[in-house]
């Protein structure tokens, strides 16, 4: 059975202590897909982390499949991971401002 949103959010929240986290569960999009099948869920993961400095796209996404290696792939099928630093993030036009805070 797939994690609430809420939980993976508390999840990666315990994992990355000084981030923004926001989940969204997109689920609904991926009915009749086989990984939605057993129940596993489909989810979008903004983090925002000064623990990403330095660190390349691939590194960063190895750090959030870590916080929830336990829960690949019976609770979790997909995630599609946006994982950023503050100051990435204050450069982005289109972010700027728009921050959200998760646990």
Known sequence: MKPAPEELQARLGERFRDAMVSVV???????????????AGHFTVNIVSEEFAGLGRLAR????????????PHRIHAL?????????????????????TGS
């Not at 569960?25 to 129940?39: C, P």
């Not at 959030?64 to 336990?70: C, E, Q, R, S």
């Not at 599609?80 to 959200?100: C, F, H, M, W, Y």
Request: charged content about 25%; aromatic content about 4%; cysteine-free.
């Open 25 to 39: 569960d997109d689920s609904h999009l991926h009915v009749g897909h086989k990984g939605a099948e057993g129940g």
């Open 61 to 72: 996404h190895r750090l959030v499949y870590d916080a929830v290696a336990d829960w690949m």
């Open 80 to 100: 599609v991971i946006k994982a950023a630093t503050p100051a990435e993030l204050a450069d982005r036009p289109d972010t700027a401002g728009n921050q959200s």
